[in-house]
């Protein structure tokens, strides 16, 4: 399972599951186990997520940590341009 196109849903179900417990740190066996999942099937997966910082790893290897890499919100938006 290295092509990761071939793996959206997969991808999705990982980051909806970060996106819906934000404070949730997991391994790769925590996750697998959660998901009903291989760890094995999930762990390019999760190294993809970690790649596009949707997830952020704590730790490497089979100890690593995983969790919801929260987006940044701007709390003003720079609207002067509208201004006449």
């Keep these: 399972m290295n092509d990761h ?3 959206v849903p997969l ?5 909806l599951y970060f996106e819906k417990n934000p404070y949730a740190y997991e391994t790769i ?3 697998a186990l959660r998901l009903g ?8 997966i999760v190294q993809h997520l970690v790649s596009l ?7 490497e290897g089979d100890s ?3 969790h919801y890499n929260q987006p ?3 709390s003003e ?3 002067s341009w509208e201004q006449v």
């Design 72 to 74: 940044k919100i701007a």
């Design 5 to 7: 196109h071939n793996n």
């Design 29 to 31: 066996e925590g996750l």
């Design 53 to 59: 910082d949707i997830i952020e790893a704590l730790g």
């Design 37 to 44: 999942r291989e760890p094995s099937d999930l762990s390019p």
């Design 64 to 66: 690593a940590i995983y």
């Design 77 to 79: 938006v720079d609207l």
């Design 11 to 15: 991808q999705l179900e990982c980051t």
